[in-house]
Each structure stands twice: as C-alpha cells, then as structure tokens.
C-alpha cells in the first residue's frame, strides 16, 4: 500500500500527513487511520510547521512528514501523543514502516543542519534524499546502522535472553551491531558469545526488518546451538535461558522480527 518516493505532485488535495511534536508521534484517536491525518483536517488546527519531508504514497495519495512546534497544543481528548512503540502491533505492518520512515527522515534532517566537516549550513536535496554542502561539495544520506538478530536452537528449546536494560519481564532473541570490516555472519557469531558465552554454527537467514529506535535495519537468522554454557555478560543481559518451544514466557509480539523468527520456528516443529 506504501510506494516510496522522493519527489513530490505539484498540487494535491488529497495529501495525508504524519506529524510529530518534540519527537512524539500524534494520532487522532477519532480515526480509523489513527497517525495518518488528511490534509483538510490539518488545515484546521492553526499548528505550527517547522520542517516537512515528502514520503511517498499511501495508496494513490501523496504522504508527508510534518514537524509541528513544541509550543502548539494539540486537542488531547482527539489527539494522543507517544512513541513508535506505541502503535508497534496496533497498525498495520505497512504503515508502521511509514511511520519509522517518517520519523527517521526528520531525525536525520534535524541532526544534519550543518556540516560536520566545514560548519556551514546544509540543504535539503529532495530528489536524491540527501542534505549537501556547497561550500565543500560534502553529501549525507540518511543514516542506516545494519545489525543482526538471531535465534539460537537447540532442537526443541530456544535460547531467548532478557535485556538488562528493559524494564519488561520479556525474553527475545539475541542482537548486535554489525562493527566496521564485519560480516553479518561474523558478527552474529561474535556477539552471541559475548552476550551469553556459546558457540553457534549451521546460520541461515531469514530476512530483514526496518527497525526505526532509531535506525536499524535488523537481519535475522536463525543457528544451531554449537557448544558452551550460558555466561551472561551482565551488562547487556540480565537472563539467558533455553525454553522448551511448548513453555515460553513472555516474547516479543509477531509484528517484530524478533517474534517471526520464533513463531517461525515453532512452526517448522509441528
């Protein structure tokens, strides 16, 4: 339903808009579409624009992201304000890969203003999706930080650990960042044995996820269980375990990659 694309209609009455206040995403609880709100509706609000980026298309109508001022104050019994999180398995899968889109594209016009090499003011180049520099001729695109996530099997049992740093109860699968010179497969064996001190082999892939908190895009795999206890590196991981697929405990839901890879192996058991 989403098509990408980075020039825009000359005129349209029929844009929709997803818009963002101090890095929260609005939703008009009124809506069926929820964050996507029409043109004639924005019109309305007497909001403040501050910076605005073409998207692409939601079905045949032109999308935009809006950033409105932190001093506006939205309509809180028609507008809710809150993170991605908070529509990650309450949308559909297309549109929360819009809104992550949406909110990475402000983020990295926001943080690219200027130069990072002579300090002059950047600009917006809308057909190639890249802020540029004209006094030195230095281009950015938008930035994309590649990693990994694995599920770890052992036959019946998954091996699923619990970040140290969220506050949930929740057991996922392993993930890491892909470092400089890295394969993903080199990457994934490494971070496995630093987070929980095991050896894998047999990796396959699996696919991929746009993960926007804020810019990842996670390649998933699925390994086999090599050798090597369970040795939690307590700063990343505060439990590690293998579980029987019939007796999980609370997992990630299925509209993340982490929730797929296991939904998926469980299936391939049955």
Same mark, same amino acid.
């Given at each position: 339903?989403?098509?990408? !694309? ?6 349209? !009455? ?8 101090? /890095?929260? +995403? ?59 999180? @908070?529509? +990650?398995?309450?949308? !559909? ?5 819009? &809104? ?12 690219? =203003?200027?130069? /990072? ?36 099997? =052992?036959?019946? %049992?998954? *091996? ?13 699968? *392993? ?14 064996? =490494?971070?496995?044995? %630093? ?8 990796? =396959? ?20 269980? &090599?050798? /090597? ?9 505060? !439990?590690?375990?293998?579980? @029987?697929?019939?007796? +999980? ?14 939904? @998926? ?6």
């Amino acid at each position: 339903m989403f098509r990408p !694309d980075n020039t825009p209609p000359e005129s349209s !009455d029929f844009e929709l808009h997803i818009v963002f206040q101090g /890095g929260q +995403l609005l939703s008009d609880m009124r809506s069926r579409t929820g964050c996507l709100i029409a043109r004639e509706q924005l019109q309305g609000t007497g909001w403040t624009e501050i910076r605005r980026q073409f998207l692409g298309y939601w079905g045949d109508q032109p999308c935009y992201v809006l950033e409105i001022d932190t001093v506006d104050q939205p309509d809180p019994l028609q507008y809710q304000k809150g993170s991605l999180y @908070h529509i +990650l398995g309450r949308v !559909d899968e297309q549109l929360f890969a819009l &809104a992550g889109r949406a909110s990475q594209l402000l983020d990295w016009e926001r943080d690219h =203003r200027y130069c /990072g090499r002579c300090g002059n003011k950047m600009t917006v180049d809308h057909q190639e999706r890249a802020m540029r520099c004209d006094p030195c001729r230095m281009i950015n695109y938008p930035r994309i930080a590649p990693c990994v996530i694995v599920l770890v099997t =052992r036959g019946e %049992e998954l *091996l699923l650990a619990r970040n140290a740093n969220f506050p949930q109860p929740m057991y996922s699968t *392993l993930a890491g960042f892909i470092e400089a010179g890295e394969t993903a497969e080199e990457t994934l064996q =490494r971070e496995v044995r %630093e987070e929980v001190g095991v050896e894998v082999t047999n990796l =396959r892939y699996f696919q991929s996820q746009s993960w926007p908190f804020p810019n990842q895009l996670m390649l998933g795999f699925f390994a086999d269980y &090599a050798g /090597g206890e369970i040795v939690c590196e307590p700063s990343e991981i505060a !439990d590690a375990r293998w579980f @029987h697929y019939s007796e +999980l405990p609370m997992i990630p839901p299925a509209s993340s990659i982490s929730g797929q890879l296991i939904q @998926h192996y469980i299936e391939t058991l049955n």
